[in-house]
């Protein structure tokens, strides 16, 4: 577990992850998120804005690539073979950072929980773009990028969602 005080900022205009140690940036991710845009409403395919924190971390110690559904390894590890194969699924990949809200009304409770919604910081495959919102609400993260993150926070970090941090 990390001893620092750790934060991360997720800038949707910038399509950027920083991550912050004692206030300042330590690491910088290009990421994804939803292509309709900002928004907490279930079922908007949008990202949730405002304060949230880690709730769980899920898929420690499974191999890169490997496949989820439903928050559980399928035992596949994805390849491109495998996606030309299933070009319906919407790949989540090496380690899941599920996130919650932490805003009663704005993106915590009711029609807006960001847990309920399934909102979580995954990995995706190399073809998907990275630096546009393309994904349906989650933030996707190049692989490699996600297992370094994963390491580097614990269950609690908080999380800014925001427009922009200027």
Known sequence: MNRQP?????DLDRQELR???NGRVKERFSVSTGVRGAGEEMGSGCTPRGMHRIRLK????CPENSVFVGRRATGEIYSAHLGHEHPER?????????????EPGQNRGGSVDTLRRF????GTPESEPMGVAAS???????????????????????VDIRESFR
Do not use: S
């Not at 750790?6 to 997720?10: A, G, P």
């Open 136 to 158: 349906h609400g989650c933030i996707r993260m190049r692989n490699t990028d996600l297992l370094r993150l994963f390491e580097m926070v614990d269950v609690g970090t908080p």
């Open 90 to 102: 919407d790949w989540i990949l090496t380690r899941i950072i599920w996130l919650t809200g932490c």
């Open 58 to 61: 899920i898929g420690a110690g």
């Open 119 to 122: 909102i979580y910081i995954h």
């Open 19 to 21: 991550l912050l140690t």
């Open 6 to 10: 750790h934060k991360i900022e997720v």
